[in-house]
């Protein structure tokens, strides 16, 4: 069940939002030339009705593609990092289980709330907020994107976050949220520069990330992990902006935003001179080319969710409130 605060705003966003499919207004030039004027035109993403049915579509969609392991029944409604670590997960199951999923339990996702955003041009996109019956007392935050009017909507990213998590976001008198662009000043970090910022501060450090269990956390658990006698572990991690993994920001009430950004990470497992490296999971294992013999390199995608606060305004550390990861191939030698 969706919920949209409001009749009367309501009835102004659908109006909006059909304007966006509609308002492509055309005049002929002298020269024969057609004149597009919509995409200079700020709009709503969606209207709720639309941005509803994208998530009961979604989730059928997810729900037949996880019973039979087969990543072909959801490709049209995930992209991006959502899209890249779904359909390793779906491979590997199907290595592992021919048949489908023999634990399959249907996604169901009640409680719905869409934060949409208006803005000019493509791609557009909403968030839906909404309670799922998967990941215990958490709420599934999900970011629709399409780069055009006769697209499918997909899922870009996909982040659980604890109840109350989710900050108060900037609104118009229609209930509009607002899209905060990539270069956008005025911010700790500039959305277009936090998935780099990140992928430096797990490599080096340093005070632009507040503490928590997806920074500090993770480097210090890295840090064991690597003095581990008899194997090496080696980190590599790096930006990924290109495409559907483009951030993705919100301005919050506050003057921040929220940013939704991709990361990738290699692991590299390298056991000593007569020692081997311990056997992976046989998820791990499905998605491993080559022999496992010395070394073991493993390739993730992260999505992550951060709280970006305003410029000059207190607290200038960037929070990572969510994290998503998935192993999407590995490589022994």
Not at 130 to 137: I, M, R, S
Not at 163 to 185: H, I, M, R, T
Not at 260 to 273: I, L, M, V
Request: charged content about 20%; hydrophobic content about 40%.
């Amino acid at each position: 069940m969706s919920r949209v605060r409001g009749p009367r705003r309501l009835r102004r966003l659908e109006r909006w939002a059909s304007a966006a499919v509609a308002v492509a207004v055309l005049s002929p030039a002298a020269s024969g030339c057609v004149v597009v004027h919509g995409e200079r035109e700020v709009l709503p993403a969606t209207t709720p009705a639309e941005a509803a049915k994208a998530l009961e579509q979604f989730t059928e969609a997810y729900n037949k593609a996880d019973k039979a392991y087969d990543s072909s029944l959801d490709a049209d409604h995930v992209t991006g990092a959502l899209g890249a670590i779904d359909a390793a997960r779906l491979k590997a199951g199907r290595v592992n289980n021919p048949g489908g999923n023999p634990a399959h339990t249907p996604l169901t996702l009640t409680d719905a709330e869409f934060t949409i955003p208006k803005k000019a041009g493509w791609p557009r996109w909403f968030v839906a907020d909404a309670k799922g019956n998967k990941g215990g007392d958490v709420r599934w935050l999900m970011v629709f994107l399409r780069y055009g009017a006769g697209e499918k909507w997909r899922v870009a990213y996909l982040t659980l976050v604890a109840p109350g998590k989710v900050p108060e976001f900037k609104k118009d008198a229609d209930g509009l949220a607002e899209a905060v662009p990539e270069s956008a000043a005025g911010l700790a970090v500039a959305p277009g520069d936090l998935s780099r910022a990140y992928a430096t501060y797990l490599k080096s450090g340093g005070n632009a990330f507040a503490p928590g269990t997806h920074t500090t956390g993770w480097r210090e658990l890295r840090a064991k992990a690597a003095s581990r006698p008899g194997l090496a572990r080696q980190y590599i991690d790096q930006p990924l902006t290109d495409g559907a993994y483009a951030p993705l920001a919100l301005r919050t009430a506050d003057g921040g935003a929220l940013v939704f950004f991709t990361t990738r990470h290699y692991e590299k497992q390298t056991a000593a001179q007569g020692a081997t490296v311990p056997t992976p999971n046989k998820n791990v294992q499905a998605l491993t080319t080559g022999e496992i013999r010395q070394s073991l390199t493993m390739e993730f995608l992260s999505n992550e969710m951060a709280l970006d606060p305003p410029r000059n305004t207190g607290d200038q550390q960037v929070s990572i409130l969510a994290r998503v990861q998935g192993l999407t191939s590995a490589l022994g030698e």
